[in-house]
């Protein structure tokens, strides 16, 4: 089956202390992204991948890092976690065809629901 | 940058009724519109997209419409039922880049 798979789904921690959410998609897709939802501001775009190695910031990327080492994989690191990252975390791949990567449908993962103490 | 602007923020109807979701938009060079929706707790998904060679498309139910000049699209779903009540999110991509950029969101309720 087709997905994109987040882990963890839920994660509870506290400030500063360096976490993962991994990312793994099984489409061979080109594009990559990572997204927060926030109640009233959307869905806001941390960073995005273009391909292995490839990667570039978002509106929000301030606090994050990410990596594309594999085509499947496209982890986001919090290194020091702040309460104002607590949110809802999407990961979304597409096939990235095409003039601009963006410009496919974007399939997203379950999502991470983060709460940083 | 781009920013796109989406009204209103919460829309109720009766079943049967039909809904309609604002986007603008503020860059020209966007040129791909696409629609998601996001039941409670679930994944956006996507409905329908739109490029900007194409003034309206439809899907059953659902449609979408483009005005390139006033930069603006609408999300058009026609006799609603309960089952579409969710969290509808706008989103333009500008050509050249690799960002979406998603609107704030609305949430449809669809009473019986």
């Known amino acids: 089956e087709a997905q994109v798979t987040q882990n963890p789904r839920y994660l509870i921690t506290v400030t500063g202390k360096k976490l993962t959410v991994t990312c793994s998609q099984n489409?061979?897709?080109?594009?990559m992204s990572w997204y927060r939802q926030d109640p009233g501001l959307g869905l806001r775009q941390i960073y995005y991948s273009m391909n292995v190695e490839v990667t570039d910031k978002g509106d929000v990327p301030e606090g994050y890092k990410v990596s594309r080492k594999e085509k499947r994989n496209f982890p986001l690191i919090l290194e020091s976690p702040s309460p104002n990252q607590t949110s809802l975390y999407f990961c979304?791949?597409?096939?990235?065809?095409?003039?601009?990567?963006?410009?496919?449908?974007?399939?997203f993962g379950d999502g991470t629901r983060l709460s940083i103490l | 940058g781009e920013n796109v602007e989406q009204h209103p923020s919460t829309l109720s109807v009766q079943e049967g009724d039909s809904a309609v979701i604002k986007c603008t938009y503020s860059d020209s060079a966007s040129n791909y519109f696409p629609w998601y929706k996001q039941e409670l707790g679930k994944r956006p998904q996507l409905i329908i997209d739109?490029?900007?060679?194409?003034g309206e498309k439809k899907d059953q139910r659902i449609a979408v419409t483009l005005n390139k000049t006033a930069k603006h699209f609408s999300l058009h779903i026609t006799e609603t039922q309960p089952e579409d009540s969710a969290v509808y999110f706008c989103a333009a991509s500008i050509l050249g880049t690799d960002k979406l950029i998603f609107g704030t969101g609305t949430r449809l309720q669809v009473f019986p």
């Open positions: 979304a791949s597409s096939p990235g065809t095409g003039f601009s990567f963006s410009n496919q449908p974007q399939h």
């Open positions: 739109i490029r900007s060679n194409v």
């Open positions: 489409m061979n897709h080109e594009y």
